[in-house]
Each structure stands twice: as C-alpha cells, then as structure tokens.
C-alpha cells in the first residue's frame, strides 16, 4: 500500500479536524470543496485506517511491538471512543430531557479527546515511511527557510518544543492561514487544543505508548530518532492542500 494518502483522505482528515475538535476554521463547503459533496448523504462512522507499512517497517527507530500496540490497541480506542461519543451526543438530543442534555459535558469531552487523537494519530502515521528522513525539498523547504530562517533552526525548535511538552502530547508542525505561515505548536494532551484555525502538517506523538519501550524516560532520543523516518513528500503534499484550501 501507498504511504501517501489519496486527496479524499487528506481532505477528509482534514474536515475531520474541524468536526471534532473545531481545530481549522473551514467551513465544510470549503474542507470538502473537491471530491465531496458538503452535507450529501450520512456522515460514515469512524474506522481505524491500516498503517501503510509493515509493523516493523520503522525499525530501528520506532520497534514493532511499540507500532503493534500503538496503532491497534491505542489509536483503536480513540476511533471506538470517537464513534461512541457521536452515538451518545445523538442519544442525548433524540431524549432531549434535562437527564439526557447533562451528558452533553462529558460527552463533548470525549469527542475532543477522541476526535482529536484519532486525526493526529492519522497524520502521524503517513508522515513517516520506511526509509524516510532526510530534508524536504521543494516549496516545502523553502517555506521552512522563510519562516525558520533554516532547517536546523526549524529542527532545532520542533525537538524543544516536543520533548518539553509537560506529560502526554504531541510536537506539531501547522499551517496558520491567517497569516499565511508555518508555526510549531507543542500540544498537551491533544483534547486541549492550542491554536484553533492551524492545519496539522507533521506531528510527532510524544505520548509515552509512542515510545517507552524502546526509549523508556529518554524522550530526547525518540524525538531525534523520528527525523530518520519522516516522509517529506507527505509533508509536502498536506502543505500544498493546507495552503489551497486558505487562499
Ligand atoms: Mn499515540
């Protein structure tokens, strides 16, 4: 199977984003604009995607068993959380009593702490490939140029801004179409949100599931070897989207 993601995919994860977290701005006619009818027929349930690579096709940066349980046992709980927490919204509407409307709290917390943790756990899993690394190249790099001065200042920040998130959490390459630029985010835990309106481009689960029993405490040298198997090209190509949908 291809690592990258058909247009559809990429599309739909990102009015996914905006569903279940309200993370990018975009209306539907504009998330959905190409190859989706806005609003047309019934929203599908949540499925967990194959990894589009072998289990152990990250190795030696990122071990089979540490990929085997995060992507089957951890990113499944988010897309069985997520699909429960859609069911128990439109069961608490349909009784609409004062009983069945206090669920909404509880229940507006799962689809942010689900719907939030299955669409980074689909981006992170195509922003890498067996025998990725390297640079970027194209618009991609010189947009990382302008806006970091350079790659390794780039580098340099997205590493800090991992490894210093406090807990569970993610490192976060964004667009922000307000202004038309690249920003790094670190985000703790991924129900709180920490900039609405940013399009995920690369991301790196710093939870401790992604990495302990390779790295046990020693995030750092997770975080470095993660630059061994980024896909650039799908960096690339979420780039090229993000950028369209906000022109
Ligand atoms: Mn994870």
Known sequence: MSSQPSR????????????????IGLTPDESFAQDTPAGQGMPKEYALPPLPYAYDALEP??????????HDKHHDAYVKGLNAAIAGLAAA???????????VRDLTDSLAFNGSGHVLHVVFWTNMKKGGGGEPRGELAKIIERDFGNFGGFQAQFNTASGRV????????????????LI????????????????????????????????????AAYVTAFWNVIDWANVSERLSMAMRLSS
């Not at 559809?8 to 993370?23: E, F, P, V």
């Not at 406090?166 to 630029?181: D, F, V």
């Open 93 to 103: 509407r349909k009784g609409g009593s004062p009983e069945d409307l206090a669920k």
């Open 166 to 181: 406090q807990g569970s959490g993610w490192g976060i390459l964004a667009w922000e179409p307000l202004s038309g630029r």
């Open 61 to 70: 940066h990122i071990d089979a068993q540490t990929m085997t349980l995060h």
């Open 184 to 219: 790094v985010l670190g985000a703790e835990k991924h129900q709180n949100l920490t900039m609405f309106g940013c399009v995920p481009l690369l991301v790196l689960d710093v939870w401790e599931h992604a990495y302990y029993l390779k790295y046990q405490n020693n995030r």
């Open 8 to 23: 559809r995919q990429m599309l739909g994860t990102l009015g996914t984003l905006a569903a279940a977290g309200g993370w």
